[in-house]
């Protein structure tokens, strides 16, 4: 393994995280398999994870992944709250995930449109939420997204031995189902929810979020037909854009990209949010805009939040926090091998999936920290203005 990974904190680590499954040898070979993911370069292969053992090792690794009926959950849940015992995450953001594929018959498979790719892509799409802070980041847990092709034909379900109570959902409801778990189920200090709406309608995800008294911060796209947004009784004319600069101010926070301390004008006003379907039922919300290119007219950017205006620089820190998540995601997450499953079963997919997490929050915990950048006081000015 890399050499800042100290072999006590792996083994003490996965003692912890992998208790919950029954056998030692199921916790033994969980064990092996995390130690492969951390060692092997490339693509994460059974027979690569296997090194020298080949043959036998190989069969018990797949055994283990794909064939055991070990379940994920506790061990998520496990990882979950040593990380956050390690870490104080400040967010929970929701990350999702595309693992472009060349065949068919990978659970969860389908040609459909991907709006960062700008095309239809053979691919799975799986959510996965990740506890954050300014420092490191790490999944905790994943929802695979399955299309009605998948959950509705009973001999593709048999073939990917995907449970019963499994059904279609909805990319933002599978994160939906995965937070409401966590904060009922994992015994979690709740955090504020980060989430990225601009391509669906956040009504129903803010209304079902405020219902269970979780703080959050969604990104939206106001100019959608997703978005229906009224502006509040103090909005100046003609719109959202006037008022929203009317009380811009300046926040202060870490790019994570960079690794350097920046100033956003951001502003902020509250607007009533429409349920599109039934516009007689709204919530009201703090919108918050932000202007990232210095000289543009209009915010680069918005947010929806059910978070005090009095705390707006907690807020757009807060929904930063996405930035630390996506970097992380390429540093250390695919890496590791989070698109490198090739199985075909739902429950080889998850547990899989939950292996590279905890592979991940080895790696992020013993990761050498970056020296931050400072800027002086014109940069930010300049950033700000």
Same mark, same amino acid.
């Given at each position: 393994?890399?050499?800042?990974?100290?072999?006590?904190?792996?083994?003490?680590?996965?003692?912890?995280?992998?208790?919950?499954?029954?056998?030692?040898?199921?916790?033994?070979?969980?064990?092996?398999?995390?130690?492969?993911?951390?060692?092997?370069?490339?693509?994460?292969?059974?027979?690569?994870?296997?090194?020298?053992?080949?043959?036998?090792?190989?069969?018990?690794?797949?055994?283990?992944?794909?064939?055991?009926?070990?379940?994920?959950?506790?061990?998520?849940?496990?990882?979950?709250?040593?990380?956050?015992?390690?870490?104080?995450?400040?967010?929970?953001?929701?990350?999702?995930?595309?693992?472009?594929?060349?065949?068919?018959?990978?659970?969860?498979?389908?040609?459909?449109?991907?709006?960062?790719?700008?095309?239809?892509?053979?691919?799975?799409?799986?959510?996965?939420?990740?506890?954050?802070?300014?420092?490191?980041?790490?999944?905790?847990?994943?929802?695979?997204?399955?299309?009605?092709?998948?959950?509705?034909?009973?001999?593709?379900?048999?073939?990917?031995?995907?449970?019963?109570?499994?059904? &279609?959902?909805? @990319?933002?409801?599978? #994160?939906?189902? %995965?937070?409401?778990? $966590?904060?009922? /189920? =994992?015994?979690? !200090?709740?955090?504020?929810?980060?989430?990225?709406?601009?391509?669906?309608?956040?009504?129903?995800?803010?209304?079902?979020?405020?219902?269970?008294?979780?703080?959050?911060?969604?990104?939206?796209?106001?100019?959608?037909?997703?978005?229906?947004?009224?502006?509040?009784?103090? &909005?100046?004319? @003609?719109?959202?854009? #006037?008022?929203? %600069?009317?009380?811009? $101010?300046?926040? /202060? =926070?870490?790019? !994570?990209?960079?690794?350097?301390?920046?100033?956003?004008?951001?502003?902020?006003?509250?607007?009533?949010?429409?349920?599109?379907?039934?516009?007689?039922?709204?919530?009201?919300?703090?919108?918050?805009?932000?202007?990232?290119?210095?000289?543009?007219?209009?915010?680069?950017?918005?947010?929806?939040?059910?978070?005090?205006?009095?705390?707006?620089?907690?807020?757009?820190?807060?929904?930063?926090?996405?930035?630390?998540?996506?970097?992380?995601?390429?540093?250390?997450?695919?890496?590791?091998?989070?698109?490198?499953?090739?199985?075909?079963?739902?429950?080889?997919?998850?547990?899989?999936?939950?292996?590279?997490?905890?592979?991940?929050?080895?790696?992020?915990?013993?990761?050498?920290?970056?020296?931050?950048?400072?800027?002086?006081?014109?940069?930010?000015?300049?950033?700000?203005?």
């Amino acid at each position: 393994m890399p050499d800042e990974i100290s072999p006590e904190i792996v083994t003490e680590f996965l003692n912890r995280a992998l208790a919950s499954i029954p056998r030692a040898d199921q916790r033994r070979w969980g064990d092996l398999y995390v130690r492969g993911l951390l060692s092997v370069d490339g693509k994460k292969t059974m027979r690569a994870l296997a090194g020298n053992g080949r043959g036998s090792v190989e069969q018990s690794l797949y055994q283990f992944i794909s064939k055991s009926p070990w379940d994920a959950m506790p061990v998520r849940r496990e990882l979950a709250r040593l990380f956050q015992g390690l870490t104080q995450p400040r967010a929970w953001v929701v990350q999702p995930l595309v693992i472009t594929k060349v065949g068919r018959h990978s659970v969860g498979v389908e040609r459909q449109f991907v709006s960062q790719y700008g095309r239809v892509v053979n691919c799975q799409q799986a959510m996965g939420v990740w506890l954050a802070s300014d420092r490191v980041s790490c999944p905790v847990d994943w929802r695979l997204v399955l299309p009605e092709c998948w959950t509705d034909e009973p001999g593709m379900r048999e073939r990917a031995s995907i449970p019963d109570d499994v059904g &279609a959902c909805p @990319p933002e409801q599978c #994160a939906i189902g %995965s937070l409401a778990a $966590m904060a009922d /189920e =994992w015994s979690l !200090h709740s955090r504020p929810v980060v989430m990225d709406l601009r391509e669906t309608d956040p009504y129903p995800v803010c209304g079902d979020l405020t219902s269970r008294q979780i703080p959050f911060v969604v990104r939206v796209s106001p100019a959608s037909s997703h978005t229906s947004l009224d502006p509040g009784p103090h &909005a100046a004319r @003609p719109g959202l854009t #006037a008022t929203l %600069s009317r009380h811009q $101010m300046p926040v /202060e =926070w870490l790019d !994570h990209t960079t690794d350097t301390l920046r100033a956003t004008s951001v502003g902020a006003t509250r607007v009533r949010l429409r349920d599109r379907h039934t516009p007689s039922e709204s919530q009201e919300l703090l919108l918050l805009g932000a202007w990232t290119t210095a000289g543009r007219p209009a915010p680069d950017e918005f947010w929806l939040t059910n978070m005090p205006q009095s705390q707006l620089g907690t807020v757009y820190r807060t929904a930063m926090l996405s930035r630390r998540v996506e970097r992380d995601l390429a540093a250390y997450g695919d890496p590791l091998g989070l698109r490198d499953f090739e199985g075909r079963s739902f429950r080889g997919w998850h547990h899989h999936m939950t292996m590279v997490s905890l592979a991940h929050a080895i790696r992020v915990l013993t990761a050498p920290q970056p020296v931050r950048a400072v800027p002086d006081r014109r940069t930010m000015e300049a950033s700000a203005a």
